[in-house]
């Protein structure tokens, strides 16, 4: 499985973005999905996911910026960023695992089997 990011860049405050990720296989094994960040200096965390039900999840900090989106027959995932903010800075990934359905801490990194290379995104003021 094979997951490969792209549409990162350097944008500034309040514009926006769309990364995509596609993934060579689209199935049971793959159908949770995320989209992680790691800013300069600090953890990578996860910033929202998108379940086999088509249901989406964000994190406090992206929540009404950023939108998922799946598109099945293209098996790619997208992750739309909007009103973006310095803060936003940082190289994306996403990455994937099995199972339809997750309680809390859903994002946890360690939970998931695939991951992308990542993307850069850079919001400058």
């Known amino acids: 499985v094979r997951l490969v990011e792209s549409g990162g860049g350097s944008v500034q405050p309040g514009g926006s973005l769309r990364l995509s990720c596609i993934i060579s296989?689209?199935?049971?094994?793959?159908?949770?999905v995320a989209w992680f960040r790691q800013a300069p200096g600090k953890e990578r965390e996860g910033i929202g996911d998108?379940?086999?039900?088509?249901?989406?999840d964000y994190a406090d900090s992206v929540k009404g910026r950023f939108t998922i989106s799946k598109d099945y027959p293209k098996a790619t995932l997208y992750l739309q960023m909007n009103s973006l903010k310095p803060e936003d800075t940082g190289m994306y990934y996403c990455?994937?695992?099995?199972?339809?359905?997750?309680?809390?801490?859903?994002?946890?990194?360690?939970?998931?089997?695939?991951w992308g290379q990542g993307t850069q995104v850079t919001v400058y003021s």
């Open positions: 998108i379940n086999g039900y088509e249901r989406t």
């Open positions: 990455a994937a695992k099995g199972g339809l359905l997750y309680g809390n801490n859903a994002r946890e990194e360690a939970s998931f089997d695939y």
């Open positions: 296989q689209h199935n049971y094994y793959t159908s949770f």
